[in-house]
């Protein structure tokens, strides 16, 4: 895949989930930007599935960004789409693309938790 830097025409926000003690022996998970980055942003596929009594959708975003190393599986990534509403992407696995270290191909979900 070959990717230009004009190609990254979308903003997101690159987050790192933060634990800490809630007093109560348990933990409080928040979420702490770490970047913003520019983007190609394209959905992969579209699913539906069954959990409990109730139909979830989901969908598979392909993300490429210049190259960072501090994306991983459990990061999470906000976007806003021109014009829409702010969504929410859980990583589900970042690696080089093409191996030229020059961009970082990321697969994320929406609508399932992270």
Do not use: C, Y
């Not at 928040?30 to 970047?35: P, Q, R």
């Not at 190393?69 to 080089?96: K, M, Y």
């Amino acid at each position: 895949m070959k990717i230009a830097a004009g190609d990254l025409t979308e903003r997101v926000t690159i987050q790192a989930e933060v634990n800490a003690p809630d007093g109560g022996g348990g933990n409080a998970v928040s979420w702490t930007a770490v970047a913003t980055a520019w983007a190609r942003i394209e959905p992969v596929r579209a699913a539906e599935t069954l959990q409990g009594q109730l139909q979830q959708g989901a969908v598979t975003w392909r993300v490429v960004i210049r190259r960072r190393q501090d994306v991983s599986h459990g990061s999470r990534l906000l976007w806003t789409p021109h014009g829409g509403a702010q969504r929410q992407l859980n990583v589900r696995s970042a690696h080089d693309l093409d191996g030229g270290r020059e961009f970082t191909e990321i697969l994320a979900e929406e609508g399932v938790a992270v």
